[in-house]
């Protein structure tokens, strides 16, 4: 057993299905020789060879649409896209194809794909490298997204978005590919999609979030500790469709809540939560439901990053203030 | 310092039979046999027999928006004709005559255009796609399912089909790129029918012809006369049997004319212009195709007659098991969406079916 990167665990993930998997493909812009622009497919094409680990033409579009024709044909394409914010010509296949094949064709041709893209600011990144849309897929029914927050869970729900029989946008949070380090045992051992992970237990306030952002509420759970706050903390990692069981769950014990997400508020997936809760546990509640986002705007550039992303201090004024409801 | 020509082009026109039906140049062997001919004159009469009854299904009310291919019958009975049941069409939402000669039935494509996504889970031609209807996504996804089938060193082709203005779109130069650059096994067809919708195809490109975006791609382009079946046949047949066997993509641009409206739900004389379409009457495929077998003593009254009883039997025979199926149910949203449903859309699937049930 090894400690890796959530990059290397991604890495490890897609290396064991190609071993086990002969209709696991690769594909995407540099994803060969080069081993993708982050390195998530390092080495794999000399392992595998260039039939099953493939450099595209730059063409987003046609990289989602070329999966849609490999899975019909049974295989099990994963597609990069280089950044999230390239995406958006794939958009279509997405939407159109992607999504709703399964559902077009009666179960007659179905769409076990994973769509993998590296996403969130933080890195000092061009324009266009930062942004969190992740809701903007979670909208779409017919497709799951998973994104993940540390290297083990990359490593398990990458297995799992892979051998999903539906499709997976599968989000990476850049700023997080290398801080920490897990002991992850390739051992080929999934974890659940549609699960949420309880990482820290706590019975006065829930404290939910996903991605890059799991890194600044579990630092907050701490401070809120010291000053004898007991925070549990939740990672959604499958932001749609969200195990809203294990939320509610954690709710109805603790009776306050407060969503940390990077992506901008409005019609994001803390609006989904907060509604979920609304509707499902409102009489638990002893205090207003909390959001702690990006703002509003369009993300800026990275002179200005800093202030666009919350920050561990804005979640702890947000837990405290959810606090002082008695 | 040199100034050299270091590529040039040129694009082949391909005709057989003029719009009189006499051969404009020696005949490939299949047009000589009676048998082939009369069939595919048979196929042609009954898409356009099937294509005047769902006129009518949608005019009372029985079926929803649906295009035709009236004046465009010989390029989907062309390509349809030379391909086995283990090759694949990427169809768009014209090439009712590619998927009747595949196999795909008359009742599931007026179940599809009928409101209900049970007419795209053909029943024989399993692995051909539901008609694509945002323009131009198929051409990407013809060459996704000719790369799965070139990893897996299969021998089977795969057929897509374009309008002229779909030629346009950023998927169609995508699809066909790729193909180019991976040598795979696609024959895009670009059925040049003058028009999308109400845009006439001088606005819709500066190119001379549709068959030469393929020079861009590195790919070979041919033209045919889209309105002689044996000219479509011959050109589809040739890159068919290449894209088979390893001999990579073709663009084949058919040049014809819409003489039906874009769909039931337009109007084409808002914006067509009358003496054009009196002319391109003139140039239609069955006339040509008639005369032809006529002055080999192959066709006659009778044998017209026969055959215009059989196809309505056979159209007949297809709207009473359409309007023999039962509506879907509420569920079938739902069951298909996923493998699995998610826990949190379970119980919207209750409740679709709670208030179907008649208990609001």
Redesign the interface.
Known sequence: MAAITLIEAVTAALAHELEHDKEVILFGEDVGKNGGVFRATDGLQATYGEERVIDTPLAESMIAGLAVGMAAQGMKPVAEMQFMGFIFPAMEHIVTQVARMRNRTRGRLTMPMVIRAPYGGGIHAPEHHSESTEALFAHIPGLKVVIPSNPSRAYGLMLAAIRDPDPVIFLEPKRVYRIVKHEVEDNGEEYPLEACFVDREGKDITLISWGAMMHETLIAAEKLAAEGIDAEVIDVATVSPIDMETILESVRKTGRVCVVQEAPKSGSIGSEIAAEIAEHAVMSLLAPIGRVSGYDTVMPYYKLEKQYMPTVDRILDEAKRIMEYK | MTTTTVASFEIKHHQYLDADGKPTQELPAFAKDMDKMRSLYRDMALLRAFDAKTYALQRTGKMGTYPASLGQEAIGIGYGDCLTADDVI?PYYRSTGGLLKHGVTMKEILQYWGGD??G???SVA??D??IC??IG?Q???????????Q??KQKRAVVTEIGEGGTSE??FY??I??AG?WNLGVVFMVNNNQWAISVPSEIQTACETYAQKAIAAGIEGIQVDGNDIIAVRQVAEYAIEKARNGGGPTVIESVTYRLCDHTTADDASRYDNKDVKDEAWKNEPMVRLRKYLEANKAWSDKDEEAMNAENAKKVEAAVEEYMAIPKPGPE??F?????EL????KPQREEAIRRAGGNK
Do not use: C, Q, W
């Open positions: 990427v996504e049970g795209s889970d053909y399993k692995e796609f539901p209807v945002p996504n051409i990407v996804h013809a060459s996704g399912v000719a790369k799965a089938i990893i897996r950023g998927d995508e699809g790129n790729v650059v079938l949203m069951d298909h969406l996923f493998e998610p826990e949190m859309t």
